[in-house]
């Protein structure tokens, strides 16, 4: 069961670094992997659509661990259906563009068609138009950030670690969690990789437990 949510949220900034121009005086959304929290918890978030696992969803469910989909819309409208359950689940449905572009090679109107595209298509399918935004592979520039300000964005989280079937990978040269960390890994299975997301669930939840963290809802803290 994940953690209640903390009495007073944390101010969250972009972490040294990922700022861009004018990132404070704009207002800009922040650019983080970690959120700062002294609660051993991390959180999860699973990026694009592409694989589309009932058992997947069955096991989350079962387990009440909760996690974020960032989605992009041409791996996801072949099934919105599968997307409304995991909604209807209490897991949050997040931004991750129409069609995972590398944002800083577009201009700024076509990187705000991306992500207030999305915006609309999720608000049309799921409810509601997140405020929480991936760019997709990690990667923006102030015209992302100013982008997605204009279409009702306020987070740009990217992540701290990631994990697949067979192995991790850490952002940081210490190789190991932190408290407020958010974890990546993708909606994948057999076609790209050698297991199912079960798989890959079962490797995250061993070392998150083993390590004494507990999972906690990313949103609860912005």
């Known amino acids: 069961t994940p953690p209640p949510p903390p009495a007073r949220k944390p101010r969250i900034t972009a972490r040294d670094g990922f700022e861009v121009d004018h990132q404070e005086d704009w207002g800009l959304p922040p650019v983080f992997t970690t959120v700062p ?117 306020k987070y740009a989280p990217i992540w701290n670690e990631e994990v697949f079937v067979d192995h991790w990978e850490y952002r940081e040269d210490d190789q190991r969690l932190r408290r407020g960390d958010i974890v990546l890994t993708h909606f994948r299975g057999r076609d790209d990789w050698n297991g199912t997301m079960v798989d890959d669930m079962r490797r995250f939840l061993n070392k998150v437990t083993r390590e004494g963290y507990a999972v906690a809802r990313l949103e609860d803290y912005l």
């Open 37 to 153: 929290t002294d609660r051993k918890v991390v959180f999860l978030t699973i990026d694009d659509g592409a694989e589309k696992d009932p058992r997947f969803l069955a096991m989350m469910r079962d387990l009440n661990v909760p996690y974020t989909a960032f989605l992009s819309n041409y791996l996801v409208k072949d099934d919105y259906a599968y997307f409304r359950r995991m909604r209807d689940y209490g897991n949050t449905l997040d931004n991750h563009t129409l069609h995972h572009p590398y944002l800083p090679g577009l201009s700024y109107e076509e990187q705000r068609d991306e992500i207030c595209g999305m915006q609309d298509i999720m608000k049309k399918q799921f409810g509601r138009a997140p405020t929480v935004m991936r760019p997709p592979y990690g990667n923006y520039n102030q015209d992302t950030l100013v982008a997605a300000k204009s279409c009702g964005i």
